[in-house]
């Protein structure tokens, strides 16, 4: 695939507002569409900054199925259904052993995390 087929399907998953697909396509081509960022439409290049951010930080972007299971931690935690928080922490240890993850968690899920030792307080 070259560059230009490259940028054309990023400026399309931006316009039908399907980030998934242009983050990963900007993730897998980075540095091909460092060069070319130009040619990006302007939510685009909003999009390919935000992740090279991310990336000069060290933040790891979260697949889907990390973002599935932290909504599914702040909505048991929400809905303070400890049995099912326990059961997707149990299930996701590693996810939660992750530094930057308590920006994702709710008021409710750190609250409860922190009560249960999961999570650090300090975060």
């Not at 000069?56 to 973002?67: C, H, V």
Request: charged share 25%; net charge neutral; proline share 0%.
């Amino acid at each position: 695939m070259d560059i230009a087929e490259i940028i054309d399907k990023i400026n399309h998953s931006i316009d039908e507002v399907d980030f998934v697909t242009a983050r990963k396509l900007i993730e897998n081509n980075f540095e091909l569409i460092s060069k070319k960022r130009q040619l990006l439409n302007r939510n685009a290049r909003e999009l390919f900054e935000i992740l090279k951010n991310n990336l000069n930080a060290g933040i790891k972007t979260l697949s889907r199925s990390e973002m599935t299971t932290i909504y599914a931690i702040n909505s048991y935690a929400t809905n303070f259904d400890i049995n099912g928080l326990k059961l997707s922490v149990k299930n996701n240890l590693d996810l939660l052993m992750r530094q930057d993850i308590t920006h994702y968690l709710n008021q409710d899920a750190k609250a409860i995390l922190t009560g249960m030792k999961m999570i650090s307080g300090e975060n």
